[in-house]
């Protein structure tokens, strides 16, 4: 790089080398990194294009461009990810939010915009889908649980962030809300991927992202034949259950769901299946 650039120029060139390394969306890749060595929002890019940028932000920049051709997502270099509008801290330990995921939360509050719904989130992760919902459904009362003890610190850390209340357990699935009472509504997006399907997933996502997160037995579907039934216990009479699936897992997801009613498969803006709807009777 020149030893004079501007912010303009910054982002051209770092869009430029990104298409030719091949990543995804380069233009908002660039804008992510360098907005984040400014300490700045996206926002202030375009309004100070013509901004000279110093030598020891420019030296940052590169180590990030770096990092970020050498397969680590921006979200884990820049320690966060946008979902739902809201700012969600994430790590290693954790999933990075997706927007197909969005899709979910989207469909709850349909249902339960204004309503004071009890639910839970298994698996929360990070967080996203149960902070989300307590964050848009003020009246919510809402659990969520995860089995890793540093996902839920991270989970823990974003509800303090964003000013909701969770309740959070540690624990395989529901087992530590065996003596809780019903509830309205649970979510969950769990491991779907076979374990022989690893070798195809985006170099960034196998290197970076936590595995336990990922993948799951047999057919990708065994994590949630042993959650269903748990979930149809838990679940008040009238009470809905969304999951998140894969885009080749909806036939088997609604034999799955055979205690249920109304079920459904929702599919995402690409056409492919995404998520499980049902209801108990």
């Not at 946008?82 to 954790?94: A, D, G, I, R, Y």
Request: proline residues 6%.
């Amino acid at each position: 790089m020149r030893e004079d650039w501007n912010i303009k120029e910054l982002l051209e060139w770092t869009t430029r080398y990104f298409i030719g390394k091949g990543i995804d969306s380069p233009r908002l890749e660039a804008e992510v990194l360098l907005s984040y060595v400014l300490h700045q929002e996206r926002v202030y890019l375009y309004a100070n294009f013509d901004l000279p940028v110093n030598s020891l932000e420019r030296k940052h920049f590169r180590d990030l461009i770096q990092r970020r051709v050498q397969g680590e997502p921006s979200a884990y270099i820049t320690g966060c990810k946008e979902f739902m509008s809201l700012k969600f801290q994430v790590n290693p330990s954790v999933l990075i939010p997706r927007p197909d995921t969005e899709l979910m939360v989207e469909k709850v509050l349909e249902l339960y915009t204004g309503q004071a719904v009890n639910l839970c989130d298994v698996g929360t992760g990070s967080g996203a889908i149960a902070i989300s919902l307590a964050h848009y459904l003020p009246g919510a009362r809402v659990t969520a649980t995860d089995i890793s003890e540093p996902a839920l610190a991270t989970a823990r850390t974003n509800a303090a962030e964003l000013g909701v209340t969770v309740n959070f357990w540690q624990g395989d699935l529901m087992a530590p809300l065996l003596n809780s009472s019903p509830f309205d509504l649970i979510t969950a997006n769990l491991p779907y991927i076979p374990q022989n399907e690893y070798h195809i997933l985006d170099k960034e996502v196998q290197g970076f992202e936590p595995m336990n997160a990922l993948l799951a037995p047999g057919d990708g579907l065994d994590i949630y034949r042993r959650f269903l039934p748990q979930a149809l216990e838990k679940i008040k009479p009238g009470g809905h259950l969304f999951i998140e699936i894969a885009y080749n897992q909806g036939e088997k997801a609604l034999q799955m769901a055979n205690g249920f009613l109304d079920a459904e498969i929702i599919k995402d803006l690409a056409g492919r299946d995404r998520i499980l709807k049902a209801r108990k009777g």
